[in-house]
Nanobody
């Protein structure tokens, strides 16, 4: 079992920065992959970024490349999403997720956090 708890969401203006955190508890496997997903109103949940917990290899969606950075602190068992130059279209509920393997998709996620709202105003 893995438990995930997000924090750090809020209301910001376009162009601002925000960092989301996800506290990870429970058993973490060597092949664990962690990710961030988001769901905007009326849209399906979508992949944002992922990181292999063991070696730190990362992947980012094209829509956030160059603006968002995923990272993790293994010692503190915390996942981060640094979001820079935020846009209105980044407004969504952001979810922390855990899976197994080298890729993570909505369907392959084993555990979800409760989500944190990010709202970007113009």
């Amino acid at each position: 079992q893995v438990q995930l708890a997000e924090s750090g969401g809020g209301l910001v203006q376009a162009g601002d920065s925000l960092t989301l955190s996800c506290s990870v508890s429970g058993r973490i496997f060597n092949q664990q992959i962690m990710g961030w997903f988001r769901q905007a109103p009326g849209k399906e949940r979508a992949f944002v970024a992922a990181i292999a917990w063991n070696d730190g290899a990362t992947d980012h969606a094209d829509s956030v490349k160059g603006r968002f950075t995923i990272s993790r602190d293994k010692g503190n068992r915390t996942l981060y999403l640094q979001m820079n130059n935020l846009r209105r279209e980044d407004t969504a509920v952001y979810y922390c997720a855990a899976g197994i393997g080298r890729r993570i998709t909505v369907r392959s996620v084993n555990y979800w956090g409760q989500g944190t709202q990010v709202t970007v105003s113009s």
